[in-house]
Nanobody
């Protein structure tokens, strides 16, 4: 079955960096757009970045210029490099597979298909 397993979260000071990884299995990873979605405690989910199966990328305004999404289709891996982290980046981050028929420029939150268990990122001094 489809599995997405995130890793790499943790506690980091403001201004620091983290790299999240997501191991995908059970589906043809290179056929699907993928997204990172985060949810802070008590808040609605927020999409962070989208990467197409051909590695075209989109970012939310809140992370543009600080975060970088990438994928390795040969290894079925998705990554999120997070730099200049801020306290407001604190959230659980979910690696998410989008529906096969989703348009890359649509709202990823409306096209979520399967997601992992999440990894906690806490930015605090």
């Amino acid at each position: 079955q489809v599995q997405l397993v995130e890793s790499g979260g943790g506690l980091v000071q403001p201004g620091g960096s983290l790299r999240l990884s997501c191991a995908a299995s059970g589906f043809a990873f290179n056929d699907y757009h993928m997204t990172w979605i985060r949810q802070a405690r008590g808040k609605e989910p927020e999409w962070v970045s989208v990467i197409s199966h051909g590695s075209v990328k989109r970012y939310a305004d809140s992370v543009y210029g600080r975060f970088a999404v990438s994928r390795d289709n040969a290894k079925n891996m998705l990554y999120l490099e997070m730099n200049r982290l801020k306290p407001e980046d604190t959230a659980v981050y979910y690696c998410t597979k989008l529906r096969r028929d989703s348009n890359f420029y649509d709202d990823p939150l409306q096209n979520r298909d399967v997601w992992g268990q999440g990894t906690q990122v806490t930015v605090s001094s």
